[in-house]
């Protein structure tokens, strides 16, 4: 019995080694971000090279890598070593973080619980003071001004969000290469809105298409109708607090809107051997509640707008055409 007894914890310890998963295909960063168990032994079983010191005594986790989302136990791990009074490098070493995360974390204070606080105390008696989502100080929405409103125009017309690496979103605003006015004021539209990423402009489809381009983890927050499909299979609507913007500046939206997805042209109708011209705005896409919206921002500017077809709405009457002309006019 006692050989029994004294072999079952080195049975254990391999087993623990074998589950480990090192070397395991799913392990995106296996040279320095290795799956490491910490228990018994601890010392024998860490990746020669990778750890520069004992774990600190008592820690007993494991750590999976294979997924963009950190872990609680990461979070709790960091916590730890950061009250031990390591400094980031030290912890970015021994856990195999990036030392811009632990950076971030210790910052943040991301083991704070920080859910539904609204920025008030939360149960732990701390003050809730980033995004559940994404991490970044807590979002002043109302803040937001009226280029937000047209870059939310331009999102719903033509815009999407690309999840990258880390929850980092890349905005992507597919433009018509022929009007570099809207180009530009786009872009400087995203240079206001997150004043700290880079706007990037490509060109695609032999030049007639430019894609305007930011990424950041801040999208998914600042755009909720992002969501898994296409826009016109899925519900989409103001947030909250998206609505009291829009309705601050319907004008910005309205202009968003047909920079992206509206044309103004001329129609022509004939009558008897008299052919008349008149402007007209036309407003297409394919969502309901994306051209719900678009009337809704109409009528709070008193513009009459009419039902054309499926995907189309036209606002062609004088005055309404007139009204339109005094924010957004023909596309440049
Ligand atoms: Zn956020």
Same mark, same amino acid.
């Given at each position: 019995?006692?050989? $029994?007894?004294?072999?079952?914890?080195?049975?254990?310890?391999?087993?623990?080694?074998? &589950? &480990?998963?090192?070397?395991? =295909?799913?392990?995106?960063?296996?040279?320095?971000?290795?799956?490491?168990?910490?228990?018994?032994?601890?010392?024998?079983?860490? =990746?020669?090279?990778?750890?520069?010191?004992?774990?600190?005594?008592?820690?007993?986790?494991?750590?999976?890598?294979?997924?963009?989302?950190?872990?609680?136990?990461?979070?709790?791990?960091?916590?730890?070593?950061?009250?031990?009074?390591?400094?980031?490098?030290?912890?970015?070493?021994?856990? *195999?973080?990036?030392?811009?995360?632990?950076?971030?974390?210790?910052?943040?204070?991301?083991?704070? =619980?920080?859910?539904?606080?609204?920025?008030?105390?939360?149960?732990? *008696?701390?003050?809730?003071? &980033?995004?559940?989502?994404?991490?970044?100080?807590?979002?002043?929405?109302?803040?937001?001004?009226?280029?937000?409103?047209?870059?939310?125009?331009?999102?719903?017309g033509?815009?999407?969000? $690309?999840?990258?690496?880390?929850?980092?979103?890349?905005?992507?605003?597919?433009?018509d290469?022929r009007y570099?006015?809207?180009?530009?004021?786009?872009?400087?539209?995203?240079?206001?809105?997150?004043? /700290? %990423?880079?706007? %990037?402009?490509?060109?695609?489809? %032999?030049?007639?298409?430019?894609?305007?381009?930011?990424?950041?983890?801040?999208?998914? #927050?600042?755009?909720?109708?992002?969501?898994?499909?296409?826009?016109?299979?899925?519900?989409?609507?103001?947030? !909250?607090?998206?609505?009291?913007?829009?309705?601050?500046?319907?004008?910005?939206?309205?202009?968003?809107l047909i920079h992206s997805d509206g044309w103004r042209g001329i129609n022509?109708?004939?009558?008897?051997?008299? /052919?008349?011209?008149?402007p007209r705005y036309t407003f297409t896409n394919? &969502?309901? !509640?994306?051209?719900?919206?678009? #009337?809704?921002?109409? !009528?709070?500017?008193?513009?009459?707008?009419?039902?054309m077809?499926?995907w189309n709405i036209s606002v062609a009457?004088?005055?309404?055409?007139?009204?339109l !002309?005094?924010?957004v006019g023909p596309k $440049?």
């Amino acid at each position: 019995m006692p050989t $029994a007894t004294a072999r079952k914890p080195a049975a254990a310890s391999r087993s623990r080694r074998s &589950s &480990s998963g090192i070397g395991a =295909p799913r392990i995106r960063h296996r040279a320095r971000v290795p799956e490491l168990v910490y228990g018994i032994d601890s010392k024998s079983i860490a =990746p020669r090279g990778l750890v520069g010191s004992n774990p600190t005594p008592g820690i007993r986790l494991t750590v999976h890598h294979d997924a963009n989302v950190r872990s609680l136990e990461e979070v709790d791990w960091v916590k730890e070593l950061v009250e031990t009074g390591l400094n980031d490098c030290a912890i970015a070493r021994l856990t *195999g973080l990036p030392r811009t995360t632990v950076r971030d974390w210790r910052q943040t204070q991301r083991w704070v =619980p920080r859910q539904r606080t609204g920025g008030r105390s939360n149960l732990f *008696g701390r003050r809730a003071r &980033s995004c559940m989502r994404c991490g970044h100080p807590l979002h002043r929405f109302s803040e937001l001004d009226e280029q937000y409103v047209y870059l939310l125009g331009l999102y719903l017309g033509d815009g999407y969000l $690309a999840q990258h690496r880390r929850e980092v979103y890349r905005l992507t605003i597919s433009l018509d290469a022929r009007y570099p006015g809207i180009v530009a004021e786009c872009r400087e539209a995203i240079q206001t809105v997150l004043p /700290t %990423g880079r706007v %990037g402009v490509h060109f695609r489809y %032999g030049g007639t298409c430019a894609w305007v381009t930011n990424s950041s983890k801040q999208w998914p #927050c600042l755009f909720p109708q992002h969501g898994a499909g296409k826009k016109h299979e899925r519900r989409i609507e103001l947030s !909250d607090w998206q609505r009291p913007l829009v309705e601050q500046h319907p004008q910005a939206l309205l202009r968003g809107l047909i920079h992206s997805d509206g044309w103004r042209g001329i129609n022509r109708v004939r009558h008897g051997d008299t /052919t008349y011209e008149y402007p007209r705005y036309t407003f297409t896409n394919r &969502s309901d !509640d994306i051209k719900r919206i678009f #009337c809704d921002a109409c !009528d709070l500017l008193g513009i009459e707008w009419r039902v054309m077809n499926r995907w189309n709405i036209s606002v062609a009457r004088r005055e309404a055409v007139a009204r339109l !002309d005094e924010f957004v006019g023909p596309k $440049a």
